[in-house]
């Protein structure tokens, strides 16, 4: 029997890219047969520093020599004493957050868990306001908030207590869930309770790559505050520098209520995920919401080092808005070239999508792309976005590289 008849159906990027990965390292990942593929996927957000960073590897390498605890539960460790450390004053201090760190578990949807959790029990109540295009993980409380209603199929359990709005943008930005959700709230023949939270990406990144307006943002905020809901937004895949500041929220100057990290935390690939909430809202009962994996040291030693070289100062976010410019014009070139094909092109920092109008289109792109050895991803709700996730350290020339790629497999698909 071989590897691949062995593993579920339930895979999906294997069928996508059928070679064997075997090394990576940058911005490429190698396949067993010695071709390079030029990754502007990066663990679907989880690479923003790139595969193998000599300077988070020798961090990791010198831990695993001196024997350096690796499985902790939630044991005080040096690896994640250092981490906190290194969090509170390279990224809470300087924006002046005043949040308490949860480690929630291993992933990204433990961590919309626990803030789901935590803003149901701070509440005492129930209904959590999502959006529409929303994606925020596979179990069942985050499945419940997430959009996508072939994601949630199959579930086998109600996944209630959510309401979902319209997203900035939706129908042409025509309906404004915002407003509609105030003056429900005020009108009481509408029957709503208060819900206990909302929770939101700045840019839905499996949603097709849909940035939500500064504005927009600033308003749910101040929604949320005038309310009193609490404003949870997932920067699962968007934080941790992905649009530019190391909260993709900085953009809209808000403070979130909860907010949720995972993905490029441990810069390493190694999984980690964070919970923050404001001090007042830790109401948890020691014990109250634990997890085998809470304490991967390895992965606290990648991530403080990884915040020690990426988060010092502000090159890197300033550097990845110059590069955003980069990627708005040379996919707005394309989108104009293409305009019978492409729909639209969207994004903030380096995260970027080409919106096709008809969604095959946008998987023969993917195809033609690998094929050229550049890997990118769809997204949306019919999979109808070309989603391009570079590693943020990624060379100037790598970029070049990558848009070219892409322009010939759009020329080659659609040309
Ligand atoms: N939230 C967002 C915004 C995500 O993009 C993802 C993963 N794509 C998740 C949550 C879930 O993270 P994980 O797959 O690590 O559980």
Not at 253 to 260: A, E, F, L, M, R
Not at 335 to 350: C, I, K, M, P, T
Not at 354 to 359: G, H, K, P, Q, T
């Amino acid at each position: 029997m071989n590897a691949s008849s062995l593993e579920s159906e339930v895979r999906s990027y294997s069928r996508n890219w059928p070679v064997v990965f075997d090394r990576a390292r940058g911005s490429r990942l190698h396949d067993r047969d010695g071709r390079a593929h030029l990754d502007f996927f990066a663990g679907a957000g989880a690479l923003n520093y790139g595969h193998n960073h000599p300077v988070l590897k020798r961090a990791l390498l010198d831990y695993l020599e001196r024997d350096g605890v690796t499985h902790s539960l939630d044991m005080l460790t040096a690896a994640k004493e250092d981490f906190l450390t290194e969090f509170g004053a390279r990224v809470l201090a300087p924006r002046r957050l005043d949040y308490r760190v949860q480690f929630p578990g291993p992933t990204g949807t433990n961590s919309v868990e626990a803030a789901l959790k935590l803003a149901r029990k701070v509440t005492g109540r129930q209904t959590v306001v999502a959006f529409t295009g929303a994606f925020h993980g596979m179990s069942l409380g985050s499945l419940a908030v997430t959009g996508n209603a072939s994601k949630r199929a199959g579930a086998g359990v109600p996944l209630g207590h959510t309401w979902r709005l319209p997203y900035d943008g939706f129908a042409g930005g025509q309906v404004s869930g915002l407003k509609l959700l105030d003056s429900m709230l005020a009108d009481r023949s509408s029957g709503l309770d208060l819900p206990a939270a909302v929770i939101v990406e700045t840019v839905q990144g499996e949603g097709g790559v849909n940035p939500a307006g500064p504005a927009w943002l600033a308003d749910l905020a101040e929604l949320c505050d005038r309310r009193g809901i609490l404003l949870v937004v997932d920067d699962v895949q968007m934080g941790c520098g992905r649009t530019g500041p190391f909260f993709s929220f900085e953009v809209a100057g808000i403070t979130p209520d909860i907010v949720c990290l995972s993905k490029s935390l441990s810069g390493y690939g190694l999984p980690m995920a964070l919970t923050l909430f404001r001090t007042e809202l830790d109401v948890w009962q020691p014990g109250e919401h634990n997890g085998t994996f809470r304490g991967n040291n390895p992965a606290f030693v990648t991530a403080a080092a990884a915040l020690r070289e990426f988060w010092a100062d502000s090159a890197l976010e300033k550097q990845t808005e110059v590069r955003g410019a980069l990627f708005d014009e040379r996919l707005g070139e394309l989108a104009e070239r293409y305009a019978a094909h492409v729909s639209a092109h969207r994004g903030r920092g380096l995260a970027w999508g080409l919106a096709f109008r008809d969604a095959p289109v946008a998987r023969r792109v993917a195809d033609a792309a690998f094929a050229r050895g550049l890997l990118v991803e769809t997204s949306g709700s019919e999979d109808e976005v070309v989603k391009l996730l570079p590693p943020l350290t990624a060379g100037d020339d790598e970029l070049a590289e990558g848009l070219d790629l892409l322009g010939e497999a759009v020329a080659a698909t659609v040309g």
